[in-house]
Structure formats: C-alpha cells, structure tokens
C-alpha cells in the first residue's frame, strides 16, 4: 500500500480559501485527506467548506476554535496535526503544509510525493501573483484554464534563482557554513515526513502572532538530522495577493527575540502539551 499524503491547511478568513481549495480538487495526485485547521470559528468558513464539498465532490476534515487575541498560526498548524493523529496518521505518511491563500499547481502533490521519497523534507516556494492577476482569477471550474501560461518565463526565472540560492546554502551546510536554519522552509510550501514532525514535537506555539516559526521549524527539523531535498522550481504555488500582515517592528519584536535565543530541538509546547487555547471543535464533510 502506498504511503499516505495529508494537506493540512491554516487560514483565519474565507479570503481566496474557494480557489485555494478548488486546486486541490484537480490535482494529477489526489492527496490522501485535506484537513482546514482554523484559528477562528468564524461560520463563513464552514459555509465555504460545504459549498465547496458540494460542488467538487472533496472530503475535507474542518479544525476550528474561538479566536484569541493574537494570531496562533503555529498552534493552528498543530491543531491539523493533532487531528490527523486521532484519524491514524502513521511515521512514514507525509505532511505538506500550504496556506489558505495559494493555489498549488495540478501536479503539487504528486511532486511533494515523489521529491520526498529519500528525503525527511521538501522545500518549496511560491510565486507572488498581483493584485489585479489575483483579482481576475474565477473562482469556479473555469480556474485552471484561465490559469493557463503561469508560471510565465519571468516568473519561472525568478524561482530558478531562488532554487540556486537554496541549494547553495544546501551545499554550504554540509561544511557547516550557512545559519542554523538554511536552506529555510516555507510554510506555504513544505512538506514533512510525520515521524520527523513528531520527533521535534511539530511547531513550536510560543511563537504568536506574525513570523519566525517556520525558521524555527526548519532549524529544528536541521538539528534532528532530517535531510531535505529543494523542489521550488518543481513543486510550483501560486499566491494569491493580499495586504501584508507584517507588522514594522517584527525583526525586533518578541517573535524575533525568541528565534534568537536557545531553545531545545522538541519544542515544549507543541504537538504535545499544546498551549493552552479555546476548546476545539472538528467535522469531517463528505459529498
């Protein structure tokens, strides 16, 4: 029997979570489960979730709690995670972690798959859509013809240089040359073997609010001996444009301070002994 392949997908608003979706229902590769984690119970997200059900015939497992007051990407990630554990997730199963505002290309799965084969990660990347591309993008079966041509050529350059970068720190970090943290993960676009996730105790949720815990992710990931393979000119996401979350400060904030000091492989809140948070409701819709 063939491994398993799990999208879990983080998102806090309905914002392109239609087209999002509907990429993953016409995938070359069907993956195994696709589980919306939600760091909110706003009920437009589940309206969405079963109008998309309905229409594409996917079976998506929905995660949701209250919101908090500050962002919790990373426990929402975990929050997947852990509900893919009561369904039987097993070590050798694959994870591939994406956002809620990126449409995968038809063969993402299949090459997230296939590049993981003998290898602990994959490292993605994505290519930035405008404003206006983003905005004329159906949000219905029309999609993927209207898709058509991307990436273009400019835009395939720009990722092959981002692939070089990768694989140049990829090589320096067999001499011990590059950061901790290099060649760095993004979670729009990565992909984990679960048995490696659960062995650093998956994302660390101290990290709140905008950034830093996919860097922390990944160092971890490094630190364990995980092995990663770069796919960023192969495994291709589309983001779809959107006001940044950035905050001005967020190089010297409390995020940043955190990824600088010293912290242990196995997170101490993640996986296991989660941060304390809302209580968590899930539902699995089938057509």
Not at 58 to 69: E, G, Y
Not at 251 to 262: C, D, P, T
Request: proline share 4%.
């Amino acid at each position: 029997m063939s491994r398993k392949t799990h999208v879990v997908i983080p998102t806090h608003t309905t914002r392109h979570l239609h087209r999002t979706l509907l990429g993953y229902a016409t995938q070359d590769q069907s993956p195994t489960t696709i589980t919306v984690s939600c760091d909110t119970d706003d009920p437009g997200i589940g309206d969405l979730l079963e109008q998309v059900v309905a229409k594409t015939g996917l079976t998506i497992t929905h995660v949701q709690r209250a919101r908090h007051p500050e962002a919790r990407l990373a426990q929402t990630r975990n929050n997947g995670i852990r509900s893919l554990l009561k369904r039987g997730l097993e070590d050798e199963d694959l994870l591939i972690f994406v956002d809620g505002d990126c449409i995968p290309a038809v063969d993402f799965v299949a090459c997230h798959d296939r590049a993981s084969r003998d290898r602990d990660f994959v490292i993605g990347n994505y290519i930035l859509l405008d404003e206006q591309v983003t905005a004329d993008i159906p949000s219905d079966e029309t999609m993927r013809s209207h898709l058509e041509g991307l990436p273009n050529d400019e835009q395939m350059q720009s990722m092959r240089r981002l692939e070089s970068k990768a694989r140049k720190h990829q090589l320096l970090r067999t001499f011990g040359l590059t950061k901790a943290h290099k060649p760095k993960i993004l979670g729009a676009n990565t992909s984990v073997r679960a048995g490696n996730v659960l062995a650093i105790n998956g994302y660390d949720e101290n990290y709140l609010e905008w950034g830093f815990e996919d860097d922390d992710f990944g160092r971890r990931l490094y630190r364990s001996g995980a092995k990663s393979r770069i796919a960023i000119t192969e495994a291709i996401m589309l983001h779809q444009w959107h006001p940044t979350r950035k905050g001005r400060s967020w190089e010297s904030g409390s995020v940043a301070q955190r990824f600088k000091s010293r912290l242990p492989t196995r997170c101490t809140n993640g996986i296991e002994n989660p941060l304390e948070q809302h209580e968590l409701h899930e539902r699995t819709l089938s057509p």
